[in-house]
């Protein structure tokens, strides 16, 4: 054939290239950089919005060029190292690299035959974050988008396993006219659960929320004795990582009150805290979760691989498949020993996601993923220890993770400690030093700062304490000048 591939490799190499060079100014002008975006939404909206465009781009270099340049304004810092909002991992380097590859490579991950390296990859990295996250080596993985769609398969695969053990097939059947299924959860779960219980047809206020302590766990004996009043089919969602306090539901109480029931299903939401089993220091704080029947967790968080990747984990394979698979399917069944990552998960045609999966595990090894975790744990702590020598600033959790809540003011004055808190988040947004947001906790306003991200370090820590502790005292000073109205007494 006569026809050269020349420009067009030509074009090829010139767009990743443009792609690859507007990644890496952009990630390493972030340590220096306001820790926040410079534009907000609504500039954004004005940057993108422009007319369909009605004939195909000449120019494809230019063009990736003029979307990294209207993009720029609008990205959060979530990559660099004083980012502390929500829970959000740092998409790594390696993790980057291996999902741009994912892209280039365009695998239909869906069976071993269309993508028998994309299929090979995951059936790998599953074996590993079983290992990793000391789970049965029988479970099985499906890879998703994230946690809210992991606890989605999960708890699918949880009605699918305690409507079977009361006779009533679920997939074949639907829920109408099923026997009913009772779900207890814990007052303080992700909202994203809800979410997947509703989706579920279990609706979020037909759930039985159980009471929980001060630091949001479960408290088990009420779960125990839920339990032990009805026999029908039952399912308990629990939580390793409270969204706040990064506390754990005890988990050995609750296996055991579940493992008393004829018809129970253990589930748990670990989206950040199931990685505390990756290290020998943390992993008692997950004690007796290895008992449950099913784990949702996250790889863009703690595993720090890019957006989106979290893992469906069930310990009975055939339910897990049973609630997955699709039973006219017109694909082929696999073979002994083969594995079609489809089958785990309510997608067909997806991303290969377990090669930035297998990519981050083998860029951090074992070794590396405790070390981590503990780091951030110890990280956590310091940041704790170095706000709570200021006057007027109070840590509300037991800093057992890598989650801090933190609270301004006197807790006399309610309202004033939330204005008070409220202010001091708007002001550390606006200075840019570090990233964190509020969140409302028993009632009250507090700062939530969530150490997650690789490359945070000390400095990084001492230098957003310092910050916040100026901060709070121009917010305190301020108040301290304005005249008193509204005296509550
Ligand atoms: C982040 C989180 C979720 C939701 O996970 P996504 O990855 O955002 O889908 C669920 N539960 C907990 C405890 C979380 O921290």
Known sequence: MAISPKPETDELARVLRTATHAAISFRQALPEGAQRPEANYAAMRRAFDRPLPEVSATDHQALIEDLAARAAPGLHATTGPRFFGWVIGASHPVGVAADWLTSAWGQNAGNHEAAPAAAAAETTAARWLLELLDLPSTCSVGFVTGATVAN???????????????????????????????VLIGDDAHTTVFLALQVLGFGHRRVTRIATDAAGRMQADLVAAALAKDSGPSIVVAQAGQINTGAFDPFASLSAAVACHPRAWLHVDGAFGLWARASHEKAHLAQGIDLADSWATDGHKWLQTPYDSGYAIVRDTEVHRRAMTAAASYLPAEAEGERDPSRYVPELSRRARGFATWAMIRALGRQGIAEMVERHCALAQRFA???????????????????????????????????????????????????????????RTVLRLSVISWPTTEKDVDLSAQSIIEVWREVKRRDDKQPRTDSPK
Not at 153 to 164: K, M
Not at 435 to 441: D, R, T, V
């Open 385 to 443: 220890a170095a706000l709570a020598t200021e006057p007027g600033i109070r840590i509300l959790n037991e800093v057992e993770l890598n989650q801090i809540i933190v609270r301004f003011g006197t807790d006399e004055e309610l309202e004033q400690g939330d204005t008070m808190t409220k202010e001091v988040v708007a002001r550390l947004q606006q200075e840019g030093v570090l990233f964190a947001g509020g969140a409302q906790w028993r009632g």
């Open 152 to 182: 989605l398969v999960c708890l699918a695969a949880a009605r699918s396993a305690v409507l079977r053990a009361a006779g009533w097939d679920v997939e074949a059947d639907g829920l109408e006219g099923a026997p009913s299924v009772r």
